[in-house]
């Protein structure tokens, strides 16, 4: 299993670590913590330093109570950062948080590698388009509504079997688009519950019948902490704990704020699988 980055094939056969970089005040772990220049350079060093494959970088915060932003801020607080990124360090692969198209316009042009679309594509109609015109991999997550309807549209016939019908309705669309590299991300936290959270975990592999990248995004989310009766600043362990389970259920990819871990994490599920 591999993607192609801008000519490059990259292979997911391990497992890969994607570290996130928030760019937003208000994310419900990191928010504000990365604002100035020296701050979110010595970020991506460091995430570089502790394995990683992938820098995710976001400048929407998509958790249900943010502060919305148009697009026109969303670009102002990415571009300028995302160039300094890949002046810095040219040959890291980035990938842009964003589900609106001239966003994903914009970082593309600017140099950014992949396209995460937390819709799939549903809040924005021109982004399949565009991605496929620029030939990036797209990570094409599950999402019912906005994210601020998301939480009251937990209601589904069959969790695993409506996400099933989501992915192939969605990929074939992104497919006529000219996208040839998709990642799937099921969504934990987006539309369900903690309950269905966990029911998704537990049947992670049945998303292998397309055959495509599972990239899973779990990292001290309100899955993990409010169920240890803890906060997202101690939902490292439990963090971990599920991811161990996530890799046992054919993740390609961990989205995650702790390199460190996840990369060590992956190394003993690399032996344990050899």
């Known amino acids: 299993m591999q993607i192609n980055i801008k000519g490059e094939l990259v292979s997911l056969e391990k497992p890969k670590v ?3 970089l928030n760019l937003t005040p208000d994310s419900f772990y990191d928010g504000g913590f990365h604002q100035g220049e020296k701050q979110f350079l010595y970020q991506v060093e460091k995430m570089l330093l502790e394995g990683v494959s992938f820098i995710d970088i976001g400048a929407y ?7 919305d ?6 670009k102002k607080r990415l571009i300028p950062v ?3 990124i890949r002046n810095a360090f040219p040959d890291t692969s980035l990938s842009i948080d964003t589900f609106r198209s001239q966003v994903a316009e914009a970082a593309l042009s600017e140099g950014a590698d992949i396209i995460n679309d937390i819709s799939g594509g549903q809040l924005d109609d021109q982004m399949f388009s565009v991605v496929g015109k620029h030939g990036a991999p797209y990570i094409m997550m599950h999402m019912r509504g906005t994210p601020k309807t998301m939480q009251k549209m937990t209601d589904y ?3 695993i079997v409506d996400i099933r019908h989501y992915f192939s309705e969605r990929l074939r669309l992104a497919n006529q688009a000219g996208i040839k590299d998709v990642i799937l991300d099921p969504g934990f936290g987006f539309a369900k519950t903690r309950a269905q959270n966990f029911e998704l975990m537990q049947n992670l592999n049945l998303l292998d019948v397309f055959e495509q990248p599972i990239l899973v995004g779990i990292s001290r989310k309100s899955m993990v902490y409010k169920t240890l009766d803890s906060t997202p600043e101690k939902a ?6 599920l991811h161990m389970f996530a890799l046992m259920q ?3 990819i961990l989205r995650v704020h702790d390199v460190k871990e996840a990369v060590e994490t992956i190394k003993l599920f690399n032996q344990l699988s050899s």
């Not at 932003?69 to 969303?74: I, L, P, R, S, T």
């Not at 490292?236 to 704990?241: K, V």
């Open 82 to 84: 995302l160039k300094k």
């Open 250 to 252: 054919k993740a390609q």
């Open 61 to 67: 915060s998509s958790r249900p109570d943010a502060q």
């Open 236 to 241: 490292l362990n439990g963090t971990t704990a």
């Open 69 to 74: 932003v148009d697009a026109n801020e969303e």
């Open 18 to 20: 994607m570290g996130i």
């Open 157 to 159: 016939k069959n969790l």
